[in-house]
């Protein structure tokens, strides 16, 4: 829609910002972008003011300069997890696009073999997409157990080219995948069950538990994610799981258990922790991707 007059902008404002929207000058300028008429407009302010989630209304998010889709009951994106986009991006850079080894002599190597991203527990898809926007010529499979979440997911993979499934953690992956996985990137629910009451109203009313709810300690599915991932990861993969200070441990020694070497990363800026788990040396030995993340 056109731009709306300044007294009608001026007029939402003063609505959202006394239902709570703390930027609410830029939400209103989202709106009114967006809006497809006047009435479209009136009809999209009423649903932001009755609280649900800015995304949900606009039917998109903004994440790692990326426009994704996003509808109601689906888990919006969060500016943290571009950290996880980062790290994993430079993992796969790092071990996953080296030359292949060379044929017999006098003969060409079979040059550059094409990385495999899988995005477990993807909602929306947000991050795989954007991991594979970073790197070139990737692969990209993610899935999903929620059928909403994957159905929104399968718009925005399309964009690179991927592929999405539906099915709890690995079991609906391809076979063919075994083994070749070099960045396996995991946004899982880590809010323990207790904790789930004291969510702000957008995410706990209007985002699916399954998206949310990550056990008592919140590292249930951490666990789960962390057992089966060495089957799936190429020699020099990377398991990457976001995860909260608090839990980093936690999530680290899942993937000790595994087998995995585990290193835990933060990026203080974002408030964001990803922990990276390897077979070899430990992912410890690749720099962090950005000037605010610090390793141990």
């Known amino acids: 829609m056109k731009s709306a007059a300044a007294g009608d902008l001026a007029a939402i404002v ?37 609280g649900l989630p800015l995304e949900h209304v606009l039917g998109w998010a903004e994440f790692c300069g990326l426009r994704i889709a996003v509808r109601n009951g689906i888990f919006v994106p969060r500016r943290r997890s571009e950290f996880l986009v980062r790290q994993a991006a430079a993992a796969v850079v790092a071990v996953a696009v080296a030359p292949a080894p060379a044929g017999p002599p006098g003969q ?40 909403a979440a994957v159905d929104c997911a399968r718009q925005n993979v399309a964009s690179v080219g991927g592929h999405v499934y ?25 809010v323990p069950t207790s904790e789930i009451a004291l969510l702000p109203p957008e995410a706990r009313l209007h985002e699916p538990a399954v998206a949310l709810d990550g056990g008592v300690d ?68 690749l720099p962090p991707a950005g000037a605010a993340a610090t390793t141990r």
């Open 14 to 50: 003063t609505r959202l910002r006394a239902a709570g929207c703390v930027f609410a000058e830029d939400e209103a300028g989202l709106l009114a972008a967006t809006a497809r008429s006047p009435a479209d407009l009136a009809a999209m302010v009423e649903r932001r003011v009755s």
């Open 108 to 147: 060409p190597g079979p040059g550059r073999r094409r990385p495999v991203i899988v995005d477990l527990c993807c909602g929306s898809g947000a991050i795989g997409v954007a991991v594979a926007a970073a790197v070139d010529n990737a692969e990209l499979y993610a899935a999903d157990i929620d059928l």
């Open 166 to 190: 539906q099915g709890d953690l690995y079991d609906p992956l391809p076979a063919t995948l075994r083994g070749r996985v070099d960045a396996l990137v995991v946004n899982a629910p880590y």
């Open 218 to 285: 919140g590292v249930d599915v951490h666990r789960r994610v962390a057992a089966g991932a060495p089957g799936w990861l190429a020699p020099d993969g990377r398991l990457l799981i976001e995860t909260s200070a608090r839990q980093a441990d936690k999530t680290a020694a899942a993937m000790t258990a595994s087998g995995l070497v585990p290193a835990i990363t933060h990026d203080h800026d974002l408030g964001a922790t990803v922990v990276i788990g390897s077979r070899g040396a430990g992912p410890g030995t």
